[in-house]
């Protein structure tokens, strides 16, 4: 079975290797059909004023649509000052609510796996550790391993954003099973008792 996969990069950057990383999952050929998400630079800041079916932003409503409507997520995050960027943080905030209890979270016990580049030593582990805590707060169900972490990214990736080392594709190919597991594991009819 074919799973729809949404990937989100939280980084702006045209030469993002978190959009890379996101790249290669689509060419890895598994059973899980990826669509990265193009509208992180055009969410507005978060405003609880505005957080309603009635008053969001169209691209805010169209991003929940589509959390919805995916099986699964696939979520790149690059570190800034030992976080996740904001604006990643920014659009979570916007799909992670439902004040008038008509439209569903659409975050709520969404299979979601998690991983991350960075030019520093440390890769993304800070950002994913941060990104986590957020998603144990909107009760998603996210992947706990493989820990998709890349150290040193700027000498990880080719002139074509492609990754160089093999290790990097297998925790990447291992991830998207792990996210096609859980997708699958949700799909099954719980027994009755």
């Keep these: 079975m074919t799973y729809s996969i949404l990937a989100i990069s939280g980084s702006l950057s045209v030469g993002s290797h978190n959009t890379a990383l996101l790249r290669t999952?689509?060419?890895l050929g598994t059973d899980l059909d990826i669509?990265?998400?193009e509208g992180l630079r055009d969410i507005p800041p978060?405003?609880?004023?505005?957080?309603?079916p009635y008053r969001r932003p169209a691209v805010v409503t169209e991003l929940r649509r589509r959390i919805t409507e995916a099986d699964g997520l696939l979520i790149a995050t690059p570190e800034f000052n030992h976080s996740m960027p904001g604006?990643?943080?920014n659009a979570i905030d916007w799909v992670s609510t439902d004040w008038a209890e008509v439209e569903g979270r659409p975050l709520l016990r969404k299979p979601i796996a998690i991983m991350g580049a960075s030019p520093s030593r440390f890769g993304s582990v800070r950002a994913q550790l941060a990104l986590r805590q957020v998603l144990l707060q909107t009760r998603s169900d996210v992947v706990v391993k493989p820990q998709v972490i890349i150290d040193n990214a700027h000498?990880?990736?080719?002139d074509d954003g492609n990754p160089t080392d093999r290790t990097t594709v297998d925790l990447l190919a291992n991830l998207l099973t792990a996210l096609a597991d859980?997708?699958?594991?949700?799909?099954?009819p719980q027994p009755v008792g």
Excluded: C, G, M, S
């Design 182 to 188: 859980k997708i699958d594991r949700a799909h099954r």
């Design 25 to 27: 999952a689509q060419r």
């Design 46 to 52: 978060y405003d609880l004023d505005f957080d309603d």
């Design 155 to 158: 000498e990880r990736f080719d």
């Design 35 to 37: 669509e990265i998400y």
């Design 87 to 89: 604006v990643l943080k």
